[in-house]
């Protein structure tokens, strides 16, 4: 069975993209097949793993603006290779802008990406959706099709804060349109040299006890380097910190999904 992560924050700046592009490529490392899926109309995700030139291609906006099922985009013309080995991606598009304008005025919209994933994914063990930062119908439409969310949250106050309503719009879709819906908090961006972020790292293990990672992603400079590069941060500097921390997430996620089968 594929399973669909959605990783997801309201808030922009706090690693959603570093985070898609990491553990995927940390699970592709594994041999297992995974897709990315580039949700934001910046394109983040498609220019950190050297895209930016691919952007005329066609994209999870063509999708969308196709009927499940249908034969009009093929796999083949909506999915492309990244430099790792089977890690592949969805490029993202600047009309995701207008179509998550539109997408309410469709009934049951919300099903939609998980329709169309059901039909071009066929094949992949992970799909990991890179969502938008917002709470918006694009975001909703993730959530609905997810096995499980990933919130990356920085441990600072407001960061912290934010995430209140990102856990009351996950409980809003686990009510309402995936009852299957489980979410886990992944700490990053710590600098444990901070007084700030150690007391709120620990508010947040207290809060959240049971919904959040026990590894944590330190700062790191080379994952901003990696962007540059169009490479994962695995893959630009397999051996730096920030790398061995999201194997160990990768590793502690599979821990994770391999305990909650049957619940």
């Given at each position: 069975m594929t399973q669909i992560i959605?990783?997801?924050?309201?808030?922009?700046?706090?690693?959603?993209?570093?985070?898609?592009?990491?553990?995927?490529?940390?699970?592709?490392?594994?041999?297992?097949?995974?897709?990315?899926?580039?949700?934001?109309?910046?394109?983040?995700?498609?220019?950190?793993?050297?895209?930016?030139?691919?952007?005329?291609?066609?994209?999870?906006?063509?999708?969308?603006?196709?009927?499940?099922?249908?034969?009009?985009?093929?796999?083949?013309?909506?999915?492309?290779?990244?430099?790792?080995?089977?890690?592949?991606?969805?490029?993202?598009?600047?009309?995701?802008?207008?179509?998550?304008?539109?997408?309410?005025?469709?009934?049951?919209?919300e099903y939609l990406l998980k329709?169309?994933?059901?039909?071009?994914?066929?094949?992949?063990?992970?799909?990991?959706?890179?969502?938008?930062?917002?709470?918006?119908?694009?975001?909703?439409?993730?959530?609905?099709?997810?096995?499980?969310?990933?919130?990356?949250?920085?441990?600072?106050?407001?960061?912290?804060?934010?995430?209140?309503?990102?856990?009351?719009?996950?409980?809003?879709?686990?009510?309402?349109?995936?009852?299957?819906?489980?979410?886990?908090?992944?700490?990053?961006?710590y600098d444990q040299r901070n007084?700030?972020?150690?007391?709120?790292?620990?508010?947040?293990?207290?809060?959240?006890?049971?919904?959040?990672?026990?590894?944590?992603?330190?700062?790191?400079?080379?994952?901003?380097?990696?962007?540059?590069?169009?490479?994962?941060?695995?893959?630009?500097?397999?051996?730096?910190?920030?790398?061995?921390?999201?194997?160990?997430?990768?590793?502690?996620?599979?821990?994770?999904?391999?305990?909650?089968?049957?619940?």
């Amino acid at each position: 069975m594929t399973q669909i992560i959605a990783i997801s924050n309201q808030k922009g700046g706090v690693g959603k993209t570093t985070t898609c592009a990491s553990l995927g490529a940390c699970l592709a490392e594994k041999d297992a097949r995974v897709l990315l899926v580039d949700l934001d109309s910046q394109a983040s995700l498609s220019v950190a793993l050297g895209k930016a030139g691919s952007l005329s291609e066609l994209s999870i906006a063509d999708l969308l603006d196709t009927a499940p099922g249908s034969d009009e985009i093929s796999p083949a013309e909506i999915i492309h290779p990244t430099s790792l080995t089977g890690l592949d991606i969805i490029l993202g598009d600047p009309r995701l802008a207008v179509v998550e304008h539109l997408l309410p005025a469709q009934n049951g919209y919300e099903y939609l990406l998980k329709n169309h994933l059901e039909h071009i994914a066929q094949g992949y063990d992970y799909v990991l959706l890179d969502c938008s930062p917002s709470l918006g119908p694009l975001t909703i439409m993730a959530l609905t099709c997810a096995n499980q969310v990933i919130v990356p949250v920085q441990p600072d106050f407001l960061a912290a804060w934010g995430i209140m309503r990102l856990l009351e719009t996950i409980e809003a879709v686990h009510e309402r349109t995936n009852p299957h819906l489980r979410h886990r908090i992944l700490p990053l961006m710590y600098d444990q040299r901070n007084t700030i972020n150690r007391e709120m790292l620990k508010r947040m293990q207290e809060n959240f006890a049971g919904n959040i990672f026990k590894n944590v992603i330190g700062i790191d400079t080379r994952i901003r380097e990696c962007a540059v590069a169009g490479e994962p941060v695995t893959q630009y500097a397999p051996s730096t910190r920030a790398s061995k921390q999201y194997r160990q997430a990768a590793n502690e996620y599979l821990q994770w999904i391999a305990t909650s089968k049957g619940k």
